[in-house]
């Protein structure tokens, strides 16, 4: 399964950007689908992740600020961040986790995307 995230980009201290993540592949069902961050020097660390139920878990950070939803016909996921700060600068890399179509059956998968690198300036 591959990924193509997209929507990165340079934002002043309080904007928005939305982010956009495609999967593409042979895909039976994605489970999970979200994203992480990195920073300079960092871990990488959760932003936000949803199910295909629709349950939703958030870093605290990004609480009441950063929106991920998901639309599962287009196997795509968004991520909404508003009243960005200098410390959400970061890459920002889409993840999903499901099954593939394999032959009669199905295999688990797990996939990242290439990041996109999201910059706030102060």
């Known amino acids: 399964v591959q990924l193509q995230a997209s929507g990165g980009g340079l934002v002043q201290t309080g904007g928005s950007l939305r982010l956009s993540c495609a999967a593409s592949g042979d895909i039976d069902i994605i489970k999970d689908m979200g994203w992480y961050r990195q920073a300079p020097g960092k871990e990488r660390r959760l932003v936000a992740r949803m199910s295909s139920g629709g349950t939703t878990n958030y870093a605290e950070s990004v609480k009441g600020r950063f929106t991920i939803s998901r639309d599962n016909a287009k196997n795509t996921v968004y991520l909404q961040m508003n009243a960005l700060k200098p410390e959400d600068t970061a890459v920002y890399y889409c993840?999903?986790?499901?099954?593939?179509?394999?032959?009669?059956?199905?295999?688990?998968?797990?996939?990242w995307g290439q990041g996109t690198l999201v910059t706030v300036s102060s």
């Open positions: 993840f999903a986790a499901g099954t593939v179509l394999v032959g009669t059956g199905t295999r688990s998968f797990d996939s």
